[in-house]
């Protein structure tokens, strides 16, 4: 059956749909509003990813209430869309807190998501190269959260297939820096990633 | 006169280049920070999701499982 058109607000119903605040509710809870939950729940029917997934997705989140905490809750369903092959883990508050105790270094920089290239883990396991991650609380205004997590879904669509991903992200960032030293001998504002 | 135009001329060139290279270099570190490849360094933090997938500790997100 064809699906209907999505009509404006839709992106908003799946999010509650999916157990996730909704915006206006985020802005109402404030600090205290709950982070993205694992799901305990195993897989099931038509959402199950493929057995060879390219990649792993990891999100942690501890809560802070930031802006780049709010765009990922608004955004997530369509994250999860365009990335259906692959299985997403969402580590609740408690773990990601744990997480983030055992390694200090991290704190403040989450909503970190952690993509795990699983051709390459399946290679050298997690000693070399083995996939990326995205320090998306490193973002302070929406605008540039909402450009990082659409770089980094961009990203991830047209990588799927790559031989060599570190080589892919390698490229990508000496691109970023690059354009970013023509940029500033140009005067112009600062670069959002991704572009 | 001319000679000190010429030496401002270079302490200014020299000003502008070193703050280019400053500016890039502070944004490579930014966005190797943001978007950070993972490694040997991040193998133990790698390892510790890895074991918890492989425990069943953590299990993929899905819609279904909200309902």
């Known amino acids: 059956m064809a699906r209907s058109p999505r009509r404006p607000g839709s992106l908003r119903r799946e999010t509650a749909e999916a157990g996730l605040p909704s915006s206006a509710a985020v802005r109402e809870a404030g600090v205290s509003d709950p982070p993205i939950q694992a799901v305990p729940a195993p897989i099931s029917g038509n959402e199950k990813p493929p057995a060879a997934s390219r990649f792993r997705i990891f999100i942690v989140d501890s809560g802070w209430n930031s802006a780049a905490r709010r765009v990922l809750l608004e955004n997530f369903a369509l994250i999860r869309d365009l990335q259906k092959e692959d299985p997403i883990y969402v580590l609740n508050r408690e773990r990601s807190i744990e997480f983030m105790r055992r390694h200090g270094s991290r704190i403040g920089r989450d909503p970190i998501i952690a993509v795990h290239d699983m051709q390459a883990l399946g290679k050298g396991g997690t000693t070399g190269f083995h996939g990326f991650r995205l320090s998306l609380g490193l973002l302070r205004t929406p605008h540039q959260a909402l450009m990082g997590l659409q770089a980094f879904a961009r990203f991830l669509v047209t990588h799927r297939q790559s031989a060599d991903l570190e080589a892919d992200i390698r490229a990508n960032l000496r691109r970023e820096g690059l354009m970013g030293a023509i940029e500033i001998a140009m005067h112009h504002e600062a670069r959002e990633i991704g572009e | ?67």
Do not use: N
């Open chain 2, 1 to 67: 006169m001319d000679r000190f135009g010429e030496v401002l001329s270079v302490v200014l060139g020299a000003l502008a280049l070193a703050y280019l290279i400053y500016e890039i270099d502070r944004r490579k570190r930014k966005l190797s920070d943001l978007f950070h490849v993972l490694g040997s360094e991040e193998a133990d933090i790698s390892a510790e999701l890895v074991g918890m997938v492989e425990s069943g500790e953590l299990q993929p997100y899905t819609r279904a499982g909200r309902a």
